[in-house]
């Protein structure tokens, strides 16, 4: 998955201008982390960190990072953009850990009924309380300083349902933060970036959004 979902839509960003970064973060693991629901997003908040850090030295904009994520990573990219607020890393020099702009792509966003059961148990374990599922519903944690979104889903998604990314949207637009989504009516999960359904590239889409929101000029 990390070429699929990774590797390959890193190249294509390159192809538009775009410096892309394949972060490679840890699964939530009993094991290696004393709070397994926050290990993910620890690599998250270090991965935005260390890019306004450096961002002088790798010559890119520190005002235009953005974050996407793909079906469970796309649970951590809201995440990322839904709890910048509440640093789970060392941060001494007070950098910001708010993603300029989220891109979704067949995205976990919620816990709830229509959530994906998978990544709930996974991240919070098999009976965690209601307050930790509320929290890492993402759709509950919008408000008005999230991010600019970009989203694409699948109606006929059997692995993440397209509620999902519905009930993101809807956040969004109650909070008044500009979204755009691109749902095809199938596809399914897990195409990457290529839905093979259909002529339509959402990548198309997805760069035509970065201009009009000023992270990309027009070319």
């Known amino acids: 998955m990390i070429e699929n979902e990774g590797y390959e839509i890193a190249r294509k960003f390159n192809e538009i201008g775009v410096a892309a970064f394949v972060l490679k973060y840890r699964l939530p693991s ?17 991965a935005i960190q260390l890019l306004r850090l450096r961002s002088a ?9 953005g974050i996407i994520g793909f079906s469970a990573g796309g ?15 060392e941060n001494k020099l007070n950098v910001n850990l708010r993603p300029d702009f989220m891109m979704l792509i067949y995205p976990v966003i919620s816990f709830g009924e229509l959530g994906h059961q998978g990544s709930k148990r996974n991240l919070l374990g098999w009976s965690p309380d209601q ?12 408000d008005s300083n999230t991010p600019v979104t970009f989203m694409v889903q699948a109606q006929d998604d059997k692995t993440v349902a397209v509620q999902n990314s519905l009930l993101f949207y809807s956040a969004l637009t109650a909070a008044k933060i500009k979204a755009e989504m691109v749902l095809y009516a199938t596809g399914g999960h897990g195409f990457g970036l290529y839905n093979k359904t259909t002529k339509d590239q959402w990548f198309d889409h997805a760069t035509n959004w970065l201009v009009a929101n000023g992270f990309l000029q027009s070319f």
């Open 30 to 46: 009993d094991e290696i982390m004393v709070d397994k629901t926050i290990g993910p997003l620890q690599d998250a908040q270090r």
């Open 57 to 65: 030295s790798w010559g890119i904009n520190p005002a235009k990072i």
């Open 75 to 89: 649970h951590l990219a809201s995440t990322a953009g839904t709890h910048f607020d509440h640093p789970v890393i």
């Open 131 to 142: 307050k930790l599922v509320d929290l890492y519903s993402n759709e509950k944690q919008v």
